[in-house]
Structures are given as C-alpha cells and as structure tokens.
Nanobody, 114 residues
Framework: QVQLVESGGGLVQPGGSLRLSCAAS????????MSWYRQAPGKERQLVAR????????DYADSVKGRFTISRDNAKNTVYLQMNSLKPEDTAVYYC???????WGQGTQVTVSS
C-alpha cells in the first residue's frame, strides 16, 4: 500500500522539543525527495523543510531555520523533523510529502502552549 504515516506530534510547552517521524511504504523511498509542510488554522499550507534523495541537501523556511532539522534514513524508509525551541506560532498540523505522485500523509497535530 502506497502511504505516508506521520507520528510524534503532541502538546509541548514553549521552548520544548518534538521529533516527528514519517514512515513511507509502497514505493522506492530512496528515489524521492521528501518534505515537511504545516498548516495552521485559517492559514494556507506552507513548506517547512525539504531534503534530497540522499539527504545531502536540505532547505528550510526562514521561520524555522536554526531550530528545526530534517533528516532521513533510507534503510528505514523514514524521514524525520527534529523541532527544538518551539514557539506558539509553530502550532499546526504537520504533513509529510513525497515527490511520488504528489503523495501526502494524514498529518500530525503539534500544539505549543503553556
């Protein structure tokens, strides 16, 4: 079955950390670039970070540079998003995206609040 399944979201206090995971199946994961997007209530979905097939090149939205790190493990068919120094404005549903048939995951909620 072709799918992306995110996990790792939750409620965290400002300044805290979370690590999101996205497990891929049904396609050759290592052949495709991967991305994380997020969508806050009432806002458009925005690109957070992306990573090339081998993981050698990464790119980030200005709002998360220096705080978030995207990585991947092609042996495990998984892409990660390490989020540090979280802020209330990081609250959103986070989605994994693969450049394979424009494939999206179901999303995982991240809430940053005291």
């Amino acid at each position: 079955q072709v799918q992306l399944v995110e996990s790792g979201g939750g409620l965290v206090q400002p300044g805290g950390s979370l690590r999101l995971s996205c497990a891929a199946s049904g396609f050759t994961f290592s052949n495709y670039a991967m991305s994380w997007y997020r969508q806050a209530p009432g806002k458009e979905r925005q690109l957070v970070a992306r990573i090339t097939r081998a993981g050698s090149i990464t790119d980030y939205a200005d709002s998360v540079k220096g705080r978030f790190t995207i990585s991947r493990d092609n042996a495990k068919n998984t892409v990660y998003l390490q989020m540090n120094s979280l802020k209330p404005e990081d609250t959103a549903v986070y989605y994994c995206y693969a450049n394979f048939r424009s494939l999206w995951g179901q999303g995982t909620q991240v809430t940053v609040s005291s």
